[in-house]
Structures are given as C-alpha cells and as structure tokens.
C-alpha cells in the first residue's frame, strides 16, 4: 500500500524567505508524485507533479520539487515566499499497480508573514 | 485540465437523513473518485467510480452508507446516507485524465449535519 508523509505540519515565514515541504512517500514500484495547493477558501489545485525523467520539476507560481528515489522523497521548494503564498499544501502519490486513486499527505500549513 | 462542477456546494442537513451530491466534469473521464475531507484534515478516498462497474469502496466506507451512481463517463452521485454529525465533511469528486494520472478537483460540496 502506499502512503505519504508530511512532517512539517505548519510553517510560517516571513516573505522573501526561502521554503522548502518535506514530502517522503512509501511504495516499492514506480511512483507518479504531486503536489497541490489549497488557497483560503479555494479548491485544490495542482502545483506540480512527477511522472519520469529529470528529477527536478518546475510549477507555477515559481514552486519546483525534487524527486530523490533512494530517499523516497519530493521535497517542495520556492526560494523566495510572497504572501501570497499562504495556503495549505498537499503532497500526493499513485502506484503502478493496487489502488490506482491519489494518496495524499497530511498537509502542511504555509503562513507568509508580510 | 477538466472542469468540475458539483452541486450543491454547501448544505445543512438534519441528523438521519440523506443527500445526494451531484458531480459533473465537462470531458469524458473513465475514472471518477469521490473523496473526503474533513475540518482540518487532509482529503481521504472513499471509493472509486467507473462507468458500467460497480465503484470499490476503500477500508472504512460501505456502500449502504455511500452509495454511487456512475451513469455515463461526465456524471457520478455520491449519496451520503442515514447522516449523524461525524459526517460533517467537504466531499469532492475527482476525475483523473486519460492522458496520464492527473487528478483534478472542484470546489467540493461542503456538509453539515446538525
């Protein structure tokens, strides 16, 4: 079965600090991972995600992660947080085989202080 | 990337009644999950839906109490039923794209049961 876990459960940073989201992932296949974005009172939307090839994909709004598969890791960073960028942010994983929805992590509360 | 609309998207129901939610999605999509997400939590699935098959239900959610209609690939129900206040929740539909294993969502129908 595959899992996700998030240990930052809240950060706050104050703007034009540099962030990054600790996102490590269970699962002894292949893996496509995300990451979502869920701004005040606004539905989830897709930042990034990882399918295959160069370990370092780039989003929107300036985000990039970086897949570490002997570290079953894809730690979500921005070098520089607006705050504009507070929001709850969500890492997600699908296996190659067995359950074939998105498992998501516990979430982790980003506060930007201006 | 798909359109979701789901309807309602809030309601106040009494203890021991039912509501159906409705989900639409502008594209055909061959999966549909329905998920939930409770206050302050993180979104966990409650069953998978694909049209002219019976939707799997994940550990901890049965049919009785979540039943699923799948009618054609733009439209699923989610029924939640017999409500008691732990059902309180945000429930969202989401379609995943054919092309790859990117699952989108809507705003999610927001339900308090009293």
């Known amino acids: 079965a595959q899992s996700v876990s998030q240990h930052n459960h809240h950060v706050i940073l104050s703007e034009a600090a540099s962030l990054e989201l600790g996102c490590n992932y269970s699962y002894g296949g292949t893996v496509n991972l995300f990451w979502y974005v869920q701004y005040p009172g606004q539905h989830l939307q897709l930042l990034l995600k990882?399918?295959?090839?160069?370990?370092l994909v780039k989003g929107i709004k300036g985000f990039e992660a970086e897949f570490i598969k002997s570290k079953f890791s894809f730690n979500l960073r921005k070098p520089s947080v607006q705050w504009s960028d507070t929001a709850e942010y969500f890492c997600?994983?699908?296996?190659?085989?067995?359950?074939?929805?998105?498992?998501f992590g516990s979430g982790t509360r980003l506060q930007v202080q201006p | 990337s798909a359109v979701i609309s789901q309807k309602p998207s809030r309601d106040i129901c009494q203890r021991g009644t039912s509501l159906t939610i409705q989900c639409q999605v502008d594209?055909?999509?061959?999966?549909m999950f329905w998920y939930r997400q409770q206050p302050g939590q993180s979104l966990t699935l409650i069953a998978t839906a694909n049209q002219g098959s019976e939707a799997t239900y994940e550990s901890g959610f049965v049919i009785d109490k979540f039943p699923i209609s799948r009618p054609n690939l733009t439209f699923s129900t989610l029924t939640v039923s017999n409500m008691s206040p732990e059902d309180s929740s945000i429930y969202l539909c989401s379609p995943r794209d054919g092309a790859d294993n990117t699952q989108y969502f809507g705003p999610g129908t927001r339900l308090t049961v009293l």
């Open positions: 990882y399918f295959s090839g160069d370990p």
């Open positions: 997600a994983v699908i296996g190659d085989t067995g359950r074939r929805a998105l498992t």
């Open positions: 594209s055909q999509v061959t999966m």
